[in-house]
């Protein structure tokens, strides 16, 4: 079994700082060519930050200069730096990759989560 296993999550004033990891747990590796979504409730599970093999990053309009997404290869592990946080941050964040060992996924190997949530 091998799965992604998000952590960092937890309750701040808008104007704060969390720092999620996104670990591979499990018999194998998985790529760190990784994504953060983000579901708030009510809403549609939405794209927030990509990180390819080579570094390169991409991020939703509503987190730019707010949030970083970075990489360690040695820990096998992805992480998104979120600072100054909103309340409209608040959301269930998921890590997602689709390449874990030698098996490809197209839907993705997801984590189960993790809660932020951001108090005005």
């Known amino acids: 079994l091998v799965e992604l296993v998000e952590s960092g999550g937890g309750s701040v004033q808008a104007g704060g700082s969390l720092r999620l990891s996104c670990k591979a747990s499990?018999?194998?590796?998985?790529?760190?060519?990784r994504s953060w979504y983000r579901q708030a409730p009510g809403k549609e599970r939405e794209f927030v930050s990509h990180?390819?093999?080579?570094?390169?990053?991409t991020y939703v309009d509503s987190v730019k200069g707010r949030f970083t997404i970075s990489q360690d290869n040695a820990k096998n592990t992805v992480y998104l730096q979120m600072n100054s946080l909103k309340p409209e941050d608040t959301a269930l964040y998921y890590c997602?990759?689709?390449?874990?060992?030698?098996?490809?996924?197209?839907?993705?190997?997801w984590g189960q989560g993790t809660q932020v949530t951001v108090s005005s």
């Open positions: 499990g018999y194998t590796d998985c790529s760190t060519d």
């Open positions: 990180i390819d093999s080579d570094g390169r990053t």
């Open positions: 997602r990759t689709n390449l874990c060992g030698l098996w490809y996924r197209a839907g993705g190997y």
